[in-house]
């Protein structure tokens, strides 16, 4: 649509004080246009670059002046060619007056748009401003930045203007003139709808230049219905928006058309597709009607954050309507006051086929000249939430809790990692810190575009800085880190080490037997002492523990013991992988408790595993696959289980 085409030139400082900071803005600037590639391959770029040694622009040739101004790039459709310059920029050798260099930026647009229409037309300025600006011929600097500010606003032009300060300036600015060039461009942000952006680092320059603005589309406009005698008029406006790329499946097909009369609908149903034609489906469509009604009200506790499903829409009151805006400021003020929410039924336009049920929040406007509005989220239905119940830190073992050391290194390091230190600027603002997975995604669509086999780059430095910590700051704070670490210690768990090692060595003994029967257990452990099950093989020692005392205690405890390692080898288990020997425990457990004449023991806990309150259905189906079953009475005569109370696996 043309009211979304944009025409964009970027006015670019490469005087010598810029030069550190060049290979950012190469960076910047050809991110910029890969993203318009992707997203609004219609829209034109230009590039005007001002303090080079050439010149090289229309207006010198027509009325002289604009020295040191070079027009890199006309505009034209944004294409590969213009993020390849882009990505070498030239380093000039004069000061560059930034002034000069909006009047050609000005005149390109003009020229390819004399008259009013409806593509948006757009100035980028990146420089120091440390330059001084050469005196006008004609009035004051001050009447002369009045007078193009005032053709801009006529033209329909806006202007943002990333002013680069502190570390990424090689020289020492001097005072007089960066104060003089602050209050000349405060001059455009006063006449225009100018945006001044101050940056001192790469990660902030590397944020500020947004793609494009997209203008506010409204969702719906229309009555916001509390009752049937009363009603408010509103516009409803997305507030956020996903930003993810469109990675859908594309599909070559055959080079024929299809007469739209032969085209039919098609629904996945399972693998295959179900043709609906418009006429059934038109009949079965559900067809509500378009509105916004108010159901109730209720406590803002009720409605928690993690609820909200989609983005978020503000809901306004209809632009020049005084009796609106009074009406909606009032309800809010009320619902802010006695600390409630609003639950609305939400149709958005006509002919659409679900219906939205959503929560609307109050905002309070601390400004005089921005009325009162609401936000609005979508919240759930029953079928979309999710509970997931998670145990309480309070509940492990006092073993397993941290002390009061461990405690004070925690918030010593959390503390350490305040991005905004007292005295001292955030870093990493929200306004100007970049998506470092999305920002990295367009460079590797970019090199994949020119050369399909091109390796994967490494990570930029500057999208480093976004996800790796800050290396002066883990140095200046090295203590509080080591204190954390001497405090939570990892320790290697040596049972899976000696587990993996005995798995390996009963593989290659059972390869050189020619079975896998298991390796009996040496002589010396069944008629020593043993005094708990141990890991390397459970249903053996169990034997030991059980076979070389005959007393009724030592058999309680080999059962005990056998269970506890029955749980704690499904508890470590990964996608299975010590399902095998849980059950060789849980065989020889029943084995031992029918000779002993303890079924009851074996049949409780075997229950309890099928009615354990953690997820255990996936063993539970793994031993039942492999006929273990309760001890029946069939099996034991004191045994109360018959075949009725065998459980089911669902």
């Known amino acids: 649509m043309a009211r979304n085409k944009e025409a964009l030139v970027l006015l670019l400082d490469v005087g010598p004080s810029m030069h550190s900071v060049i290979p950012v803005i190469e960076k910047l600037c050809s991110m910029l246009v890969q993203k318009k590639l992707i997203y609004n391959r219609h829209d034109k770029v230009g590039v005007v670059l001002f303090g080079t040694k050439e010149t090289c622009n229309e207006l010198t040739l027509e009325i002289g002046g604009y020295r040191h101004v070079v027009v890199l790039k006309n505009l034209k459709d944004v294409d590969g060619d213009m993020v390849e310059a882009l990505q070498k920029l030239p380093r000039g050798t004069k000061d560059g007056d930034f002034l000069d260099a909006i009047v050609v930026g000005m005149d390109m647009l003009i020229k390819m748009y004399p008259k009013a229409n409806k593509v948006k037309k757009r100035l980028c300025l990146i420089t120091n401003a440390q330059c001084p600006i050469k005196a006008s011929m004609e009035g004051t600097k001050e009447e002369q930045v009045t007078t193009i500010a005032k053709q801009m606003s006529v033209h329909g032009t806006r202007m943002e203007s990333i002013i680069v300060r502190g570390k990424l300036c090689q020289k020492k600015a001097n005072k007089t003139t960066a104060n003089e060039n602050h209050r000349l461009l405060n001059i455009f942000s006063e006449e225009t709808s100018t945006r001044i952006v101050y940056v001192g680092n790469p990660v902030s320059l590397f944020g500020a230049l947004k793609t494009q603005n997209k203008s506010p589309h409204t969702v719906f406009r229309g009555d916001l219905e509390l009752s049937s005698n009363m009603k408010i008029k509103v516009w ?17 097909f055959p080079d024929i058309a299809v007469p739209s009369d032969q085209r039919v609908r098609g629904y996945h149903y399972g693998p295959q597709i179900v ?16 509105g916004v009604k108010l159901l109730g009200f209720t406590n803002s506790s009720n409605v928690l954050r993690h609820h909200y499903m989609k983005d978020v829409n503000i809901f306004i009151p209809e632009p020049e309507n005084k009796k609106a805006m009074v009406a909606l400021s009032a309800l809010a003020r009320a619902m802010k006051e006695m600390n409630k929410l609003a639950i609305l039924r939400c149709v958005w336009r006509r002919g659409q086929t679900k219906v939205v049920i959503g929560v609307l929040i109050p905002n309070i406007s601390d400004k005089e000249n921005i009325p009162d509005s609401f936000y609005f989220n979508v919240l759930p239905f029953a079928e979309d939430v999710r509970e997931f119940q998670f145990p309480s830190f309070s509940k492990f073992p006092a073993a397993l809790q941290p002390n009061q050391q461990q405690l004070e ?44 086999g091109a390796a994967v780059p490494p990570i930029d430095e500057t999208l480093k800085k976004i996800t790796e910590p800050d290396s ?15 405090c939570f210690e990892p320790n290697e768990n040596p049972r899976h080490k000696k587990l993996r ?28 002492k043993v005094e708990s099950i141990c890991n390397p093989t459970p249903p053996q020692v169990f034997e030991a523990m059980s076979g070389s005392r005959n007393t009724q205690d030592s058999v309680v405890k080999a059962i005990n013991d056998t269970r506890n390692k029955i749980f704690e080898l499904i508890d470590e288990s990964n996608d299975g992988d010590n399902y095998p020997e849980a059950l060789e425990c849980l065989t020889a457990l029943q084995k031992k408790c029918i000779v002993d004449q ?32 309760l001890i029946p009475k069939a099996d034991f005569l004191d045994s109360q289980v018959t075949e009725k109370d065998e459980p089911k696996v669902e």
């Open 236 to 252: 409803v406006y997305k507030k956020t928006i996903e930003e993810l790329p469109n990675l859908k499946k594309c599909y070559e």
């Open 409 to 452: 290194a925690a918030s010593n390091l959390v503390e350490m990692l305040d991005l905004a230190p007292c005295g001292k600027e955030k870093a990493l603002l929200p306004d100007l810190t970049p998506n470092p997975v999305l920002e990295r995604f367009y460079r590797c669509l970019e090199l994949k575009s020119k050369n399909p």
């Open 472 to 486: 002066n700051l883990v140095l200046k704070n090295k203590s509080v880190i080591d204190s954390f670490r001497r």
């Open 501 to 528: 090692r005995l798995l390996l060595e009963k593989s290659s003994s059972s390869e050189e037997d020619g079975n896998g029967d298991i390796t009996p257990l040496p002589s010396n452990l069944i008629e020593g």
């Open 275 to 290: 043709p609906i034609s418009k006429v059934a489906l038109d009949a079965v469509k559900f067809k509500p009607e378009k």
């Open 598 to 629: 303890e079924s009851e023991q074996f049949n409780n806990f075997l229950c309890r595993l099928w009615n354990f309150d953690r997820n255990l259905h996936n063993f539970c189906g793994y031993f039942a696959s492999r006929g273990l079953t």
